[in-house]
């Protein structure tokens, strides 16, 4: 009897004491993946009230040509990174910022494929949702958007192409596209059911507007949804201004792949 009630003794402190469940780790996480034998450090943002029993929305952003490096830490100090930092209650949802190495670009290999194997695993970690993935990139970023997007056509639920395009500055300096072919093919690739919102400045002086206004064409062509916005006497810096727009996020959360499939 003794043992017997010792045993019972131990079970009552026992189911007394309290199970803590682990915090989820939030904010801006380190992350690394190996491709081809190669490291590539990435950063994940993931929203204070994340939670394990539900999918989230995912936004992978491509960052532009002065953030390029190995670090891992330098895609997020522009853009949609820094618009988080200064409100992170806007932004319920994971966002992956894969970093571009120096003297290479978002269209390039591996380059390409490092940004969607970032998002991959991410996906997978952090339970994001494949229905309401979303592609957003600023300049060198904004190229990237229009490349990952008509690399892999059906994949993402919307696009935030920021001062982009599909030719090279020099290219279009030196050499000119001799019609709008290539915006058209483009536009073809990636489909009228993706919906898309570019923004642009005016007055840039790094990438032509007509960039963006091509594309933006060439997409409403298609019969899709578009939404183009053009700040007028802004030069390069137009991301600031774009991901501070008011229904920015709205307008990306209440897309998903499910509901522009059927259009």
């Known amino acids: 009897m003794r043992n017997l009630y010792l045993v019972f003794l131990i079970f009552c402190l026992g189911a007394a004491i309290p199970v803590r469940a682990k915090k989820a780790e939030t904010g801006?996480?380190?992350?690394?993946?190996?491709?081809?034998?190669?490291?590539?450090?990435?950063?994940?943002?993931?929203?204070?009230?994340?939670?394990?029993?539900?999918?989230?929305?995912?936004?992978?952003?491509?960052?532009?040509?002065?953030?390029?490096?190995?670090?891992?830490?330098?895609?997020?100090?522009?853009?949609?990174?820094?618009?988080?930092r200064n409100d992170r209650g806007r932004f319920p949802a994971i966002i992956v910022m894969p970093q571009c190495r120096t003297h290479s670009g978002w269209p390039d290999t591996p380059m390409d494929d490092v940004a969607i194997r970032a998002l991959e695993a991410a996906q997978k970690e952090f339970h994001g949702d494949k229905q309401r993935t979303y592609l957003t990139g600023l300049s060198m970023g904004g190229y990237g958007t229009w490349h990952l997007a008509a690399k892999y056509p059906g994949r993402f639920a919307a696009l935030v192409p920021i001062c982009g395009g599909l030719f090279h500055p020099d290219v279009l300096r030196t050499n000119p596209p001799e019609s709008n072919a290539p915006y058209d093919n483009a536009a073809k690739k990636i489909g009228k059911a993706t919906p898309v919102w570019i923004f642009h400045g005016e007055v840039d002086d790094t990438v032509p507007v007509t960039e963006s206004r091509k594309m933006a064409e060439a997409m409403k062509a298609l019969g899709g949804e578009v939404h183009y916005t053009e700040y007028p006497g802004i030069s390069h810096n137009s991301w600031d201004k774009a991901y501070a727009e008011p229904e920015l996020m709205t307008w990306m959360f209440s897309k998903s792949i499910s509901a522009t499939s059927k259009k």
Do not use: C, M
Request: hydrophobic content about 40%.
């Open 28 to 84: 801006f996480l380190d992350r690394t993946l190996i491709l081809d034998g190669s490291s590539y450090k990435y950063q994940v943002f993931i929203p204070d009230n994340w939670a394990s029993n539900k999918k989230w929305p995912i936004i992978l952003f491509l960052h532009g040509a002065g953030e390029r490096g190995d670090d891992g830490l330098l895609q997020t100090s522009v853009g949609l990174p820094a618009a988080v």
